[in-house]
């Protein structure tokens, strides 16, 4: 089969690459990184396979892992395909699209013995970089655009398409589907069109002329996807939003909560235009920070409009002061945070779950707030619509936790739904007919019906429902107060009232097995390598339940769970096992019983890391250890509490 | 402070503005501010300026920060909605409801501590975007709640309650938002009432962003000899530079001036501002000439008060304001009803093909 074209490229005189260890032929299994160098075009061309292998059915992710830069260094984008829909970042590679030459060394080493690198043949590869447990395959790409395009930048756009191209051969990707997806892409701009269609042809013919087409790892086209969008969940929320009936969003670009506002605005666009003025039904303001975004927020949502801003975790330390004003002012207001890798500036672009304790407790004083953290992109439109509802109803911060991997990745989900008798949920609002009915006084933080939920008034309704709102100490009447009883006395209020969001907020994603005996607990975005461990775990005759925190405060189906297990094992993306402490301070459950496994480097959480970190305290059969670890260019920490 | 509760009941003798409303219907709690202090004349200013131009009190969102100036709008217009916020973030939160409800009336009172040091990028901002509000800075040079610290207003040489010497520059608000584009610009005395209710009432009524700088000298803490900011030294040095009538749409400008000293500028309502006694080389809609004017009387020991600069309200065309830039439509997004903010299922439908 594949033939090392290398050698003929570098001029015959080097070792001959042996194939490995031959992997059995396996169909819809596989997972393949691309590595280039950002600033060159390539997203497209990866969407583009990702697309094709989405339209072939078969379940799909493509994770991007890109620089904090605009042009020159590296970036990679990994696609896993895999029929039995376990789509979260794996380590296991079978190829790599080696790119970029700055990263060849570290590109060459990622791949399973068994595996193939593809690389420009246009310039010799170093000889160091041989291995000769994978097999090479060189196509000399730079010589094919040169000889065949004109102009630098369609030179550079066209070789990426080429080794599109090449890959549908090798991989065996449905062509026409990638030529559909052309189409689609370049309707409006034929010439582009035929750029596109040489490029793919160039690459797809050089690959079955020199190669054996398609390698045992390769695609058949299945059924998964036929109720399924590909969506990332920055645009998945701000459709959200739109659909929630949010009207005002003030922000600060950070990376990677950007998208979210961008995609909001597009939507806003679209769909929020008065067919008759061409007028917006909406106001989007690019705040002068973070600060100015979280009291702009604040003080449309006073004014009765339904308010958010994105964010990431830099910019939520900047608003904590404002978020304890919502809270204890008592202001319903949404607050996503697409979280990075922190502390302090971080990594921008890679991901964790570093924010959990902090996004529970923000700012200074007693504060306590609603959390919650969707898992993917679907859920990232629920809770969006969710999260209006909740602040609303409980007059306070809500927080939309998720992170990069989330966010800016895409994810193939079922097709979102809307029911459309949904009705906002305002919470208690007094209308201006209620205040010129009322007998008495308004008074804004009474706790009229015992739920510890007062009755708010908007600014410009009615006389009878002004009120001073403050964030200094005030009395139950909104009168402000520096006497001890009134002030404990609304303080201990708004406590209640949190404690009592807690049934109403999402139950956790629990489930069961028989025989089981540990839980495997996690949060997020982890939810995708937890249930793959899950399954893994039953090959190896391990039984284990799964549960999946949505919120905070803790749902009450939480406790009974972590009970029912002698150990939990609690999965994060973070140093400290923030879940985990959360879990040991909010429930009953017994601190030795709830056992941390985390990975932290600021790549999507991957199976293995949860296998090895399983490893270290029980015996699942075989070691899943070191080697990916490696693979994975950085530590995997993870140790046990 | 005062300690003693309003009456409930009032006069029956009052006067009432067209709205059936008397002054006392503009007022709010008894200030606990100290005897004598600024921003008490200041917030008498603002009772009369409103009850003036018969607002409806509950039409009305009052906003500030935190310091003394911060307490003041809990002593006006009790009728109205009013948030006190945090330090220096008046202008975000006044930006949020203005955006929220265009149809609000928005008075944001702020201190030269709240504005021109922990708020001062928020301050910048406000102006750039625009906000159609009225912006008072109750300036007195120190922070008075922590006991007479200088602010960033505080003129070089000018001195704090114990001897020590200001070196560090001022930071002019009058200046700085003029730079900024601001298109109302003011500066009055908490001591000339007669000055402030028709600059306070031009304010209000000019659409987009203004700003009223009042001198308002802290009586605890910056009222003292060697201060810049005292009463004494105000009045010393006191220029009523511009003299500006406010002139509601219906009413003609008074006869009583002499044709040749009347300078009439339009607002965007039909409202004019009439201009007496401007010097002869002053433009008040000349941008660079006001800003030269200005720091020339500075130079000279003065402090240089009046409508300073009026932008002319754009005849035609989209306006500049916060939703003229933003192209809002004209109901307030707080009560847009839903069934025209939700495109609904079956737009969401149609639009997952963009996702496949």
Request: net charge negative.
């Amino acid at each position: 089969m594949a033939v090392d074209n290398r050698l003929s490229a570098i001029g015959g005189d080097a070792p001959a690459s042996t194939n490995g260890e031959r992997p059995a032929p396996r169909v819809n299994d596989l997972a393949f990184k691309i590595g280039t160098v950002n600033g060159t075009g390539s997203a497209s061309a990866n969407g583009l396979l990702r697309s094709a292998i989405f339209r072939m059915g078969i379940p799909v992710s493509g994770k991007n892992l890109f620089p904090s830069n605009i042009q020159g260094l590296p970036t990679w984008y990994e696609i896993r395909a895999n029929g039995d829909g376990h789509t979260a970042r794996t380590a296991r590679f079978d190829m790599v699209v080696a790119m970029n030459p700055a990263t060849y060394e570290r590109d060459v080493k990622e791949v399973t013995p068994g595996g193939w690198v593809m690389y420009d043949s246009s310039w010799p590869l170093p000889r160091d970089l041989d291995r000769n447990d994978v097999t090479f395959l060189g196509i000399p790409l730079a010589k094919m655009t040169v000889d065949n395009f004109k102009g630098s930048r369609v030179r550079i756009l066209m070789k990426n398409i080429c080794y599109v191209g090449a890959l549908a051969a090798l991989l065996d990707i449905d062509l026409d589907i990638v030529r559909t997806l052309l189409k689609e892409t370049f309707a409006a701009k034929a010439k582009l069109l035929d750029a596109n269609f040489l490029a793919i042809d160039l690459g797809y013919d050089y690959a079955r002329e020199h190669f054996d087409c398609p390698l045992p790892v390769r695609l058949a086209p299945m059924d998964g996807n036929e109720d399924s969008i590909v969506i990332d969940g920055n645009t998945a929320a701000a459709l959200g939003c739109v659909y929630a009936g949010a009207t005002v969003a003030a922000w600060y670009p950070i990376t990677p909560s950007t998208s979210l506002v961008d995609a909001f605005t597009g939507f806003c666009h679209q769909f929020r235009k008065d067919p008759e003025t061409g007028r917006n039904r909406f106001a989007i303001i690019q705040a002068e920070d973070e600060l100015a975004a979280a009291g702009m927020v604040i003080g449309a949502a006073w004014a009765g409009a339904r308010a958010f801003t994105s964010t990431s975790g830099a910019g939520l330390s900047l608003m904590s002061e404002f978020i304890g004003l919502a809270y204890y002012a008592e202001v319903p207001s949404v607050f996503f945070d697409v979280q990075r890798v922190g502390p302090s500036t971080g990594m921008p672009t890679r991901t964790q779950q570093g924010d959990i304790q902090f996004a529970a407790y923000a700012s200074h004083g007693d504060t306590r707030h609603i959390v919650i953290f969707p898992a993917n992109p679907h859920e990232c439109f629920d809770f969006a619509v969710g999260a209006f509802d909740l602040a609303e109803r409980f007059q306070t911060p809500v927080f939309v936790l998720t992170d990069l991997d989330i966010g800016m990745n895409d994810w193939v989900i079922p097709k979102l739904e809307w029911d459309d008798s949904y009705r906002p949920d305002r919470g208690k609002v007094l209308t201006a007919e209620e205040l010129e009915a009322a007998t008495g006084p308004f008074h804004r933080y009474l706790d009229v019906d015992g739920d510890g939920i007062p009755w708010r008034t908007l600014p410009g309704v009615h006389p009878n429902g002004a009120y001073l709102t403050r964030g200094s100490g005030h009395d139950r009447y909104g009168n402000y107060t520096e006497d001890s009883e009134p002030y404990a006395d609304v303080l201990a209020r708004v406590g209640r009232k949190i404690d009592g969001a807690a049934p109403h907020l999402p139950a956790p994603e629990i489930r069961l097995r028989d025989g089981a005996k540990i839980g495997l607990v996690t949060i997020g975005g982890c939810r995708g390598a937890v249930l793959e461990a899950v399954d893994e775990l039953v090959e190896r005759g391990i039984e284990a339940d799964y549960m999946r925190v949505r919120a905070f405060p803790f749902h009450p189906d939480i406790e009974p769970f972590l009970a029912a297990h002698e150990v939990n094992f609690v999965i994060e993306q973070n140093r400290d096992g923030q879940l985990r402490k959360l879990l040991i301070a909010e429930t009953d459950a017994e601190k030795a019983a709830l056992v941390s496994i985390r990975y932290y480097g600021g790549y999507p959480m991957s199976c293995h890391h949860v296998m090895d970190g399983l490893a270290r305290h029980i015996d699942i059969g075989a070691d899943s250890g070191p080697r990916e670890a490696a693979a994975l260019g950085a530590a995997a920490p993870g140790a046990a509490p | 402070m005062s300690y003693i509760k309003k009456p409930r009941v009032h006069h029956p003798g009052l006067t009432r503005n067209r709205l059936g409303l008397t002054r006392r219907d503009y007022e709010g709690t008894m200030s606990t501010l100290c005897a004598g202090c600024g921003h008490d004349s200041i917030t008498a200013a603002i009772i009369e300026a409103f009850w003036e131009l018969e607002i409806a009190p509950h039409e009305v969102a009052k906003t500030s920060g935190i310091g003394c100036s911060g307490k003041t709008p809990t002593y006006f217009l009790k009728e109205a909605h009013g948030f006190n916020g945090v330090h220096g973030r008046m202008p975000s939160i006044t930006t949020g409801a203005h955006a929220a409800n265009r149809e609000l009336v928005c008075i944001g009172v702020s201190g030269d501590g709240d504005s021109l040091s922990i708020g001062m990028g928020q301050f910048a901002h406000v102006v750039r975007r625009n906000v159609d509000m009225l912006y008072i800075i109750e300036n007195n040079g120190v922070y008075g709640l922590t006991k007479g610290q200088f602010s960033a207003s505080a003129d070089v040489g000018s001195t704090a309650k114990r001897g020590q010497v200001n070196r560090e520059h001022p930071i002019d608000s009058v200046l700085l938002s003029l730079n900024l584009g601001a298109g109302f610009v003011a500066r009055s005395f908490s001591g000339d009432k007669e000055q402030l209710v028709p600059i306070l009432k031009a304010g209000l009524r000019h659409r987009g962003f203004a700003l009223i700088d009042v001198i308002s000298p802290c009586v605890t803490f910056n009222d003292h000899r060697g201060s810049t900011k005292s009463y004494q030294y105000t009045r010393d040095n006191y220029n009523q530079l511009v003299y500006a009538d406010f002139v509601p749409p219906a009413e003609e400008i008074a006869a009583s001036f002499e044709a040749g000293d009347v300078r009439s500028v339009q607002m965007h309502d039909g409202s004019r501002i009439a201009f007496r006694k401007v010097p002869d080389d002053y433009d008040p809609t000349d941008r660079d000439q006001v800003y030269g004017y200005i720091r020339e009387r500075q130079r000279a020991g003065e402090v240089a008060t009046g409508l300073l600069y009026v932008e002319e309200a754009p005849q035609e065309g989209e306006h500049s304001d916060f939703h003229g830039l933003q192209a809002t439509v004209d109901e307030p997004l707080s009560s847009y009803p839903f069934e025209d903010l939700c495109p609904g299922a079956d737009t969401l439908e149609r639009l997952q093909e963009r996702f496949r």
